[in-house]
């Protein structure tokens, strides 16, 4: 099957890891940084429009080559994270990045100390108002930047604390080795196993997941106390409130929201994931289930096999269903080396996508083996791919990346092609399991997310008394997950050890919640787009993307008719999972098949 999987080519970027253009891109990289500290350190007060215009251009191509020279040396690395000189030539990038950058420090400094009046006075000049989204962002930050000699210790020394924490549990993470019936998988490969229709397959995959992590929680336990550490220490120095105030800033989202969202979540536990699982159960034929059965397939499923073109296709068909514009701008991403598929020893687990430059084309990475699964998490990242291609004209500096919204058009990529593939099914039974299996993966997505964020927040607040042991933060993952998955899930000794295969905890703390703002927020514009209320609904939801980091949530929402700072918000999205919970109920009823 690997025969006809692409891998990416990343020459747009740079031919190889000798490819002399790298070190003249250094170069000029760490030239330019001097000469602008030069031109403008202590000046910026006293620039002309044109003069603050000439900057930006300045700072947007310091950018480009920045994104250019990181991207590829991480991207290089993730498929082959065994390889130590790629991993070196990783590390080497990043430090010499962090270095050049030190003299540019000054400018968001001196920048945000400007009165708004001058800042008003150049934003007058309608090619520095392109840029005031920008600029917007900047200002925001203002009351929690540090002076420029703590700014810089900070930089420097995140190549050697909590960069250097992550580095470390990604290295570690893809060496680990697991075990099953004398066969060896990497976790890419393990995870695959967990959705095996054999439950003893499942369950040695499972307890040999758990044993694994278990056997290096020492290890994993103490980066992840150095990580909270390290990100505390910032927090404090910079005047944040709680652990989630820095995530909570950056994707423009109030602490307050982010709260109404994890108690709404959680006050639907029982009545989502709780009677899904119950439901589950039955199907299993069994009291409860184990832990490591929540994504299993049903006994009385179909074994689908997807080759690579068959994937392709499927998804393809559903985004030109809903849009022939969205299927132009997906097509490319196959038409041209921008994915990386197999599964191989060495690469990073899960899937991704990942945009080097924010004016050029993403690049996607999966792990495929042909499950249903794998077809939707193409859509996904797909999604990802398509929203930025949405969002090249807004130019280097104003496009940012809030995850909030990062993950809308991912999941409503799986969405779409979910409906597309129900839709050409006729037999109920099959209906049924494929509802199941979308169910399980929003509930994933809304429910569990948010235990994760649980999680996260209790072992942030009670690290500031001291390190957490690894008993500890095993008993708070276990007391999250029994309460967010209900009586009919086992949760026990076999799964209270593999907290940390959550990446997002050690490389993007408070992400978590992110997956579960965007699966509501989806779920409710997908039942907008099926009320017909909304005219050319397609194309007012493309337009929305390509405005995701421009601005706010209320406005863009606002031609579907929905605001997301009320709780009815969440609650209308949640209520998706719940209509598919019943039309199971009503199938189980009716098919009798347990």
Same mark, same amino acid.
């Given at each position: 099957m690997k025969n006809n999987m692409p891998a990416w080519d990343l020459s747009d970027l740079y031919k190889s890891m000798d490819d002399p253009e790298i070190e003249k891109d250094?170069?000029?990289?760490?030239?330019? *940084? +001097?000469?602008?500290? &030069?031109?403008?350190?202590?000046?910026?007060?006293?620039?002309?429009?044109?003069?603050?215009?000439?900057a930006i251009k300045d700072i947007e191509k310091r950018s480009k080559l920045s994104g250019r020279l990181g991207g590829f040396a991480y991207l290089n690395m993730v498929t082959q994270m065994k390889n130590t000189q790629a991993v070196a030539f990783y590390q080497n990038i990043e430090e010499k990045l962090t270095d050049y950058y030190k003299p540019i420090l000054f400018f968001s400094l001196e920048f945000n100390k400007l009165?708004? $009046?001058? @800042?008003?006075?150049?934003?007058k000049d309608e090619r520095i108002a392109f840029y005031k989204y920008w600029i917007k962002r900047l200002r925001k930050f203002k009351d929690y930047q540090l002076s420029e000699p703590e700014e810089q210790i900070l930089l420097e020394k995140s190549l050697t604390s909590g960069d250097a924490w992550v580095r470390l549990y990604e290295e570690h993470s893809s060496r680990l080795e697991f075990t099953v019936d004398? &066969?060896?998988?990497?976790d890419a490969e393990l995870s695959k196993l967990l959705l095996d229709k054999n439950p003893e397959t499942r369950l040695k995959a499972g307890k040999e997941m758990n044993r694994v992590f278990k056997s290096d929680g020492h290890l994993f336990t103490f980066i992840y106390n150095m990580v909270i550490k390290d990100k505390a220490v910032e927090d404090e120095k910079r005047g944040f409130k709680t652990? #989630?105030?820095?995530?909570?800033?950056?994707?423009? +989202?109030?602490?307050?929201? #982010?709260? +109404?969202? /994890?108690?709404?979540v959680k006050k639907h536990y029982k009545d989502i994931a709780h009677r899904f699982y119950k439901l589950k159960a039955k199907w299993l034929g069994v009291k409860k289930i184990n832990y490591w059965d929540r994504n299993a397939p049903l006994p009385f499923s179909s074994d689908i096999h997807y080759t690579w073109d068959e994937a392709v296709s499927a998804v393809l068909t559903a985004y030109k269903e809903f849009s022939p514009k969205l299927y132009n701008i997906a097509k490319d991403f196959f038409d041209n080396n921008w994915i990386d598929v197999p599964p191989?020893?060495?690469?990073?687990?899960?899937?991704?996508?990942?945009?080097? @430059? =924010? =004016?050029? %084309?993403?690049?996607?990475?999966?792990?495929?083996?042909?499950?249903?699964?794998? +077809?939707?998490t193409l859509a996904h990242e797909l999604g990802h791919g398509c929203h930025h291609q949405l969002r090249i004209k807004n130019g280097e500096l104003n496009e940012h990346s809030r995850m909030t919204s990062e993950e809308v058009a991912s999941v409503f990529g799986e969405m779409i #092609?979910?409906?597309?593939?129900?839709?050409?099914?006729?037999?109920?039974?099959? $209906?049924?399991?494929?509802?199941?299996? $979308? #169910?399980?993966?929003? @509930?994933? =997505? *809304?429910?569990?997310? @948010? /235990?994760? %964020?649980?999680?996260? =927040?209790? /072992? %942030?607040?009670?690290? &500031?008394?001291?390190?957490?042991s690894e008993e500890r933060l095993s008993q708070i993952w276990v007391e999250e997950m029994r309460d967010s998955l209900g009586d009919y899930v086992i949760v026990d000794e076999d799964s209270a050890r593999i907290w940390p295969m959550v990446g997002h905890f050690f490389f993007l703390p408070f992400y978590v919640y992110a997956y579960s703002y965007a699966d509501c927020f989806v779920n409710s514009l997908y039942k907008v787009s099926q009320n017909g209320k909304v005219k050319d609904f397609a194309d007012k939801y493309l337009e929305m993307l390509s405005k995701t980091a421009l601005e706010d949530y209320d406005k863009i929402l606002k031609p579907f008719g929905l605001n997301p700072n009320n709780a009815e918000f969440w609650e209308y999205g949640l209520s998706l999972i719940s209509e598919y919970i019943d039309i199971l109920e009503d199938l189980d009823k009716r098919l009798k098949l347990v």
């Open positions: 250094l170069e000029t990289y760490r030239k330019s *940084a +001097v000469k602008f500290a &030069k031109d403008y350190k202590g000046k910026l007060k006293d620039l002309s429009a044109d003069e603050f215009f000439k009165p708004q $009046k001058k @800042i008003n006075e150049w934003l004398n &066969k060896k998988y990497n652990p #989630v105030s820095a995530r909570n800033m950056s994707e423009d +989202v109030s602490d307050e929201s #982010v709260e +109404v969202l /994890a108690q709404t191989r020893d060495g690469k990073r687990s899960g899937a991704f996508c990942s945009s080097p @430059i =924010t =004016t050029g %084309h993403p690049y996607l990475m999966l792990n495929f083996a042909g499950k249903q699964n794998d +077809v939707l #092609v979910f409906q597309s593939l129900l839709r050409n099914l006729k037999d109920d039974k099959a $209906k049924l399991c494929l509802i199941a299996s $979308k #169910v399980g993966d929003m @509930i994933n =997505t *809304a429910i569990r997310q @948010i /235990a994760f %964020h649980f999680f996260e =927040t209790r /072992a %942030h607040n009670e690290r &500031k008394n001291g390190e957490l």
